[in-house]
């Protein structure tokens, strides 16, 4: 994945009744990936042009073995919730497939865009207008 995640409309080919659009949401231990904070869980709803509901998918996701959840007062998640999650690394392939070709959209997007910039690096989308996702080399 490179540059930003987030595009707008214009910058997209085709119509705009083409367009799809995935709502996208992040729970997160902390405000700051590069400073230890991990993503809790994932939250995607996917839809046409008029709004329809295409695709929904979510998960939670365990931060890795001493990573503390932070303030779970903020966001409901807990330790116990998240032990059996599949880690980050688990789940990104399908992270992707759901964003891929979709107009992302988010309430905090530079927030989202820069934890998944960071931890989906060195994943990558691949295939015209497949749902081929995978790792680099």
Known sequence: LTGDLFVYPSALTGGAADTEYAFL?????????????????????????HGAVLAEWSTLVNPGRGKDVGPAHIHRITDRMVADAPRFADIVNDLLCHLEGAVVVAHNATFENTFLALLTDPWVMTGPGGRACGRRG
């Open 25 to 49: 949401d992040l729970e997160t231990s902390g405000l700051h990936p590069k400073r230890g904070a991990r993503v809790l869980e994932v939250g995607i709803v996917r839809t046409d042009a």
